[in-house]
């Protein structure tokens, strides 16, 4: 019977592994996103939203996503979302001067002259996430969040 246990544990553990197409896929996509955000911060803009500096990198391409080529779902192609505009928007400025939501979308806007909606992500499941939320007091507390990501409609 233990024998059995530990045969069952390591077929269990390698079939777990990163190795299907689904993965495989997936790992491409965040691979070609992360080089498109990075070309789009190569020509990110400055802007002054009342006393803070923000830095606006926009895509307006898209980014990648592992589709299934049909109903099977073990071979998948990488397809790009072209009708997902998107801006981020970093705080350059000194820290400690609040900013909200609204300042966020208004730097992706006076750039993009699109409407930005801000997507909280994470922080609209904690709750008390709203347009007025201080986001300094939030980078204060979890600096490696990364830049605040916009959807844009234009």
Not at 68 to 93: C, N, P, S
Not at 104 to 112: L, Q
Request: aromatic content about 8%; proline content about 3%.
């Amino acid at each position: 019977m233990r024998l059995f246990s530990i045969f069952a544990i390591a077929i269990l553990v390698s079939s777990c592994g990163p190795s299907s197409e689904l993965d495989r896929a997936r790992s491409q996509a965040r691979s070609l996103n992360a080089q498109i955000k990075a070309d789009a911060g190569k020509i990110a803009q400055d802007v002054q939203i009342g006393a803070q500096t923000f830095r606006v990198s926009v895509v307006k391409d898209g980014f990648y996503r592992a589709v299934a080529k049909d109903d099977t779902g073990t071979e998948f192609d990488l397809k790009r979302r072209t009708d997902q505009h998107v801006a981020f928007v970093d705080r350059v400025g000194p820290s400690g001067i609040s900013y909200r939501a609204a300042d966020v979308e208004a730097a992706a806007r006076k750039v993009t002259g699109c409407k930005a909606i801000l997507e909280p992500g994470i922080l609209a499941a904690i709750g008390g996430f709203n347009a007025n939320t201080d986001l300094s007091y939030i980078e204060e507390k979890a600096p490696k969040l990364g830049a605040w990501t916009t959807s844009l409609k234009c």
